[in-house]
């Protein structure tokens, strides 16, 4: 039985962030220098949902495999982001939950999810997404790689089990793709080009809202909480900016459509387009 661990992070929805910064009523908190979440709904990062397409679709193919979702901190994780990743498939899932967590950075969360791995026992495969939609670091992956000691391979568009113990993972490189075979245990990051992760059945949905995490804290792992803490402390996030968007809107008129052609493509030409 393949053992594979799924790192989920829960986010804001991108798509009301744009919206909000957009119409500028997006702010950030000056005390946290962290997005103000007042109405922003939250849910599981879409790189990380792909992660778990990807274990579905090794179920798929004939893997016999457990799949855990882990995920550290957010509030509401136990009522959108596990039940989306319960809804998918997933058998288990665990909500690192702890106070010295709060403010952990990327290598502190790395820490947590890799003591929370060998506190299950380990894993054969861990898969995540390749980066956060709201910071896109792209840096616990192949922290939580560095930590356990696996081999780690990255941008993957697909994973194969291709024998006992050997995943077989297709890149996305600017080159082109890549594919390259892994001894397991091994840590992969998908990205983007796996494709749309599946959309649950209403059944799905519906059972999903039967299961529940498991909370873990510092202790239950055996990790040192104060650690964690004091790793939080030693960086501090000094600003946050959000990006101005200043449009214009300008009408084009003439006799005829080459006219009006000629005249957007000089201006395309004095603003540096063409």
Not at 73 to 93: C, K, P
Not at 96 to 103: C, K, Y
Not at 218 to 237: F, H, K, M, P, Q
Not at 248 to 255: K, P, S, V
Request: aromatic share 4%; hydrophobic share 45%; proline share 3%.
């Amino acid at each position: 039985m393949l053992k594979i661990a799924v790192l989920a992070k829960e986010v804001p929805d991108s798509d009301i962030v744009d919206a909000m910064s957009f119409t500028g009523r997006l702010q950030v908190d000056s005390g946290t220098m962290d997005i103000r979440r007042d109405g922003i709904v939250v849910g599981m990062n879409s790189y990380d949902a792909q992660a778990v397409e990807a274990a579905m679709r090794l179920r798929d193919a004939g893997v016999e495999c457990t799949i855990r979702v882990l995920s550290v901190g957010g509030v509401s994780a136990e009522t959108t982001m596990f039940r989306r990743a319960f809804a998918l498939g997933a058998d288990e899932g665990y909500h690192l939950v702890d106070s010295n967590f709060a403010g952990a950075d990327s290598a502190g969360t790395a820490r947590v999810l890799a003591a929370a791995i060998r506190h299950l026992g380990g894993a054969d495969l861990v898969l995540c997404g390749r980066q956060g939609t709201d910071y896109d670091q792209g840096v616990v992956g192949p922290t939580v790689a560095a930590l356990l000691g696996m081999p780690f391979i990255s941008v993957a568009k697909d994973v194969q089990i291709v024998s006992p113990g050997v995943a077989r993972v297709v890149r996305v490189t600017p080159e082109g793709e890549e594919t390259v075979d892994a001894e397991l245990p091994a840590v992969v990051t998908v990205s983007s080009e796996l494709g749309k992760p599946r959309y649950p059945t209403s059944m799905a949905t519906m059972a999903a809202r039967r299961k529940k995490a498991v909370t873990l804290s510092s202790a239950d792992i055996g990790l040192n909480g104060a650690r964690i803490r004091a790793s939080a402390e030693s960086v501090r996030r000094v600003k946050v900016a959000i990006p101005q968007h200043v449009g214009a809107c300008q009408f084009l008129e003439g006799d005829s459509a080459a006219e009006v052609a000629a005249q957007l493509a000089q201006a395309l030409r004095k603003d540096g387009v063409i």
